[in-house]
């Protein structure tokens, strides 16, 4: 073991240490031969604060994690590493600007790893900072094709952007690396929707339900779909099944409600109209006049 470098770790601590960090240190530690640390070298200890917070992050320590990774940072200026992984911590706890920062500093030190133009670009995005979040992300897919994160935030950028046929590809271009992936496929499903493709959109959300069944979410666009395609029957069961999830969105109780209607499920439909109307009652007036109406049209029936 490395005396020299077990020795970063304060006598006091050593024992309070959580066996994943201990082990981490322990690892680093019996990997250098004696010696190998005269003085303790600066920037070993940066490797060795690092790999702590790596091991806190690990285990869910997160405000520790950053402490560690500050540390690293201030031992080591250049640790492009440490940057990176401090953003992510960053932008985990909604430390925008920050994690922003921290993963400008990844691309100054090191301009061709995708791994900083990926990080800038997913906060960008989130900042509704479009325009920059494409040129970043543009960036990240170059570096690393095989990076189907970057190909699926690229297409949610080029989608906000008002990119629609560029974003479907970028989806498309990341479901070539992930192709079970149901954000990527549902993300997919409403570009497609948006451009009136529908028969795609709805194999898209169907490939998105198998891997992640009764997701409300993506049941309710998968009805939407089947709806626009007037496939009222198959609709129902999606659209009830998103109302569990967000039983309180209008939209979604009139669209069940007139696709049960349409399939002759008559009470069925007269609840779910009653429901919208309770739900837009005192917000919409007119509209709310129009539900009154249809009811009373349907009651009659």
């Known amino acids: 073991m490395n005396a020299s470098l077990w020795a970063l770790v304060e006598p006091g601590w050593r024992s309070k240490m959580r066996a994943p960090i201990r082990a981490a240190v322990m690892f680093i530690a019996c990997a250098l031969p004696a010696g190998a640390l005269p003085g303790v070298a600066f920037a070993d200890e940066a490797e060795v ?15 520790a994690a950053e402490l560690e990774c500050k540390s690293a940072i201030e031992k080591r200026p250049d640790h492009g590493a440490a940057f990176y992984t401090l953003g992510t ?3 985990q706890k909604g ?32 900042l509704d900072k479009t325009d920059e979040a494409v040129e970043a992300l543009k960036q ?6 095989s990076d189907a994160t970057s190909a699926g935030n690229l297409g949610n950028a080029l989608r906000k952007q008002g990119h629609p046929e560029e974003a479907i ?6 479901l070539e690396k992930d192709k079970d992936n149901p954000d990527l496929l549902n993300n997919l499903g409403v570009a497609l929707r948006g451009q009136n493709k529908n028969a795609e ?26 709806r626009t395609e007037k496939r009222y029957a198959e609709a129902v069961g999606p659209y009830e099944t998103a109302i569990k999830g967000n039983g309180s969105d209008p939209g979604l109780w009139f669209d069940l ?41 349907l009651e009659k029936k």
């Open 201 to 226: 959109a709805i194999e898209a959300f169907q490939r998105a339900l198998a891997k992640k069944p009764g997701d409300p979410a993506v049941s309710g666009n998968l009805a939407k779909a089947l």
């Open 140 to 145: 990240a897919v170059a570096l690393d094709p």
């Open 169 to 174: 590809a970028a989806y498309k271009k990341a």
């Open 49 to 63: 604060r690092y790999r702590i917070c790596l091991a806190h992050k690990k285990a869910g320590k997160f405000d």
């Open 95 to 126: 430390q925008l600007p920050d994690a922003l920062a921290s993963f400008r500093k990844v691309r100054e030190l090191e301009p061709t790893n995708a791994l900083g133009w990926a990080g800038e670009g997913a906060v960008l995005l989130r």
């Open 257 to 297: 409600a007139y696709s049960y209607e349409q399939t002759g499920q008559k009470d069925k439909a007269l609840g779910a109209y009653r429901k919208h109307l309770e739900l837009i009652k005192g917000k919409d007036a007119r509209a709310a006049a129009y539900i009154q109406e249809t009811i009373e049209k």
């Open 89 to 91: 911590l960053q932008r």
